[in-house]
């Protein structure tokens, strides 16, 4: 039991990466509360924590919007009295995109406002909570600040990577750690479409590999890491043969 008596509040808890996550942190004892733009995504996350013996509260809300965070986390607080951990993976813009020349203004700030505007109100909202050993854990992409036919969603990702490194170290005094998941190519249903049409993969990543990895960065065994990015990409970053090429099929 990891996160044993923690709070944790999970921006993007929808199906994939947000709720794997949820149901691992639930697993190891922590009080969930998911927040999803779609409430019935949202509700069918908590129903499956609820199933499984854990304890989830479901909210639906626009966290790119200021006054919906705050009630947002303030929620958390009237219920639970407390919270610990933050998990930001909300903003996913992969399957809509579109060539630097095919973006136009309005989409280019719906991709930076759902993601950047949503880390930033969040956790104005909810850094005073989270003093004194609470942790933030955000996640990105590994090739968004490399990605080709994509602007709109790699600066939205790569602005979140530095927006986390820039929090860690102006929280650091709070004593909130703040760390960033660089994903790699995940088997989700948001990503289906893309990521079939990649020729030649032997396995995607899980939603569970994520969802590992935000355990350990929200957890005491990550007590002290704090601003960094941990790619979980199968290999895909280093620019050498990828891990999931020597998988075996089953």
Known sequence: MRLQGKVALLAGAGPGMGRATALLFAQHGARVAVVARDETK?????QRI?????TALALSADLADGAAAQHTVQQVIN?????DILYFGAGGFFTAAKEYAEVDLEFWH????NTLDGL???TQAARP??????????????????????PAYGAAKGGLIGLSQSLAKEFYA???RVNCIGAGLIRAPLADGPVQAVAGLARTGRPEDIAHAALYLASSEAGWVTGQVLNVDGGVDTGTRPLWQYERPA
């Not at 949202?42 to 908590?46: D, H, P, S, W």
């Not at 609820?50 to 854990?54: E, R």
């Not at 909570?129 to 994509?150: C, K, Y």
């Open 110 to 113: 719906l991709a930076l406002r």
């Open 42 to 46: 949202g509700m069918e996350t908590a």
């Open 79 to 83: 219920i639970y009295g407390r919270l």
């Open 50 to 54: 609820s199933a499984a013996g854990g």
């Open 129 to 150: 909570h989270l003093r004194g050993g609470g942790a933030i854990v955000t996640v990105a992409a590994s090739f968004s600040v490399r990605q080709e036919g994509n």
């Open 120 to 122: 930033y109100h969040v």
């Open 174 to 176: 709070d004593e909130i």
